[in-house]
C-alpha cells in the first residue's frame, strides 16, 4: 500500500510533519470584502485578524472547489498513490466531506477513504499526524483507521468565545442560545456533539467559564484510558491561551499540553479572542 494522508487547512499541524512526503493540504476558501482568501496560501491567521478588524463586510467561507480536489487525488494516483486518507473538518461545520464521499466514485484507480474528524484544529491535526507515522511504521490501513477511530472517539473540546454573534450569523449555532447569551450576558460553553457546536453551560462570568472548562478537561482525563494530549487554542488571544496552559499545567502536571491556533475559517465563525480547551487520546 502506499498511502497519502490529505487534510485541509483548519488542521492545526505540528511542525514535524508539515513537510512529510505524503502529506498533502487542501485550501479552504475566506470571502473577505469581496475578495477570496485561501487559507494558509494568501493569508495565515495573524495578518487575517488585522483585516478582520477593518472590514466592512461579514466574513463567510467556502468549500474548495470540487474539480482542484479531484485533479489533486488524481495527481497523487499520478505518484503512485493506491490509497487516501482525506481527513477533514465537521461535517457539523462544513458540508465538506460529505461532498468528498458523494465524490469518492468519480476517482479511478485509488481509493479515497473521507474521514469525518468531527472537529477541527489541533484535535484534527493530531489525527492526520498519527495516521502519517502509523504508515511510517508499516501499519495496515485497518490499524490505521481503527487509531483514528479512537482518537476521534476521545476527543472533547470546550470553547469560550468574546461574541456568539460571528457563529449566529455564519449559521453554526442556533439563535436562541445568542439570545439567551444576550440577554443574561452570560459566557457559555460550547462544545462538539456529533460534530456540531453547540451551547455545552451557562455561565456567568469569562473566569468561572475558564475554570468550569478546566475542570471538564480533568474529568474527560479520567475517562480516557490510556495517554492524552492536552490543547489550548486561540484566536489571536495568546496571552489568554499561555495563562490557560500554566493552569492547566499545575492543575494536571503529568499532562502534555500545547498551544494553538485557530486560522482564518474557524476564527471566522468563532470570532476574534476566542479560546478552546481540547483534550484527546495519544
Do not use: C, W
Not at 511504521?137 to 468574546?162: C, K, P
Not at 457563529?167 to 445568542?178: D, P, W
Request: hydrophobic share 40%; glycine share 8%.
Amino acid at each position: 500500500m502506499k498511502l497519502a494522508v490529505v487534510t485541509d487547512s483548519t488542521a492545526y499541524l505540528p511542525e514535524r510533519i508539515k513537510n512529510h512526503p505524503d502529506l498533502y493540504v487542501i485550501p479552504i476558501p475566506v470571502i473577505l470584502d469581496g475578495k477570496i482568501y485561501n487559507e494558509g496560501i494568501d493569508i495565515e491567521a495573524d495578518e487575517y485578524y488585522g483585516l478582520l478588524k477593518n472590514s466592512k463586510d461579514f466574513p463567510t467561507t467556502s468549500q474548495p472547489v470540487v474539480g482542484e480536489v479531484l485533479a489533486l487525488y488524481d495527481e497523487l494516483k499520478a505518484k503512485g498513490y493506491d490509497t487516501i486518507i482525506s481527513i477533514h473538518l465537521s461535517s457539523g461545520i462544513s458540508g465538506f466531506v460529505n461532498t468528498l464521499f458523494a465524490m469518492k466514485e468519480d476517482v479511478k484507480g485509488v481509493t479515497v477513504i473521507p474521514y469525518d474528524s468531527k472537529i477541527t484544529s489541533m484535535p484534527m491535526g493530531h489525527m492526520v499526524e498519527s495516521a502519517l507515522d502509523l504508515n511510517d511504521q508499516g501499519t495496515s490501513l485497518e490499524e490505521i483507521l481503527s487509531h483514528i477511530d479512537r482518537i476521534r472517539d476521545n476527543t472533547y473540546a470546550y470553547l469560550i468565545v468574546d461574541d456568539l454573534n460571528n457563529l449566529v450569523r455564519g449559521g453554526r449555532l442556533t439563535n436562541g442560545a445568542a439570545l439567551i447569551g444576550g440577554l443574561l450576558k452570560i459566557k457559555p460553553i460550547l462544545t462538539f456533539t456529533d460534530g456540531k457546536i453547540v451551547l455545552f453551560e451557562k455561565i456567568r462570568s469569562s473566569k468561572k467559564a475558564f475554570a468550569r472548562a478546566e475542570d471538564i478537561i480533568g474529568q474527560r482525563k479520567t475517562e480516557i484510558a490510556g495517554p492524552v494530549k492536552l490543547y489550548v487554542i486561540h484566536a489571536n488571544n495568546l496571552d489568554v491561551a499561555i495563562s490557560e496552559k500554566e493552569k492547566l499545567q499545575k492543575k494536571y502536571p503529568d499532562a502534555e499540553i500545547e498551544i494553538g491556533h485557530f486560522g482564518p475559517v474557524i476564527g471566522t465563525h468563532l470570532g476574534e479572542k476566542a479560546v478552546g480547551l481540547a483534550i484527546s487520546a495519544q
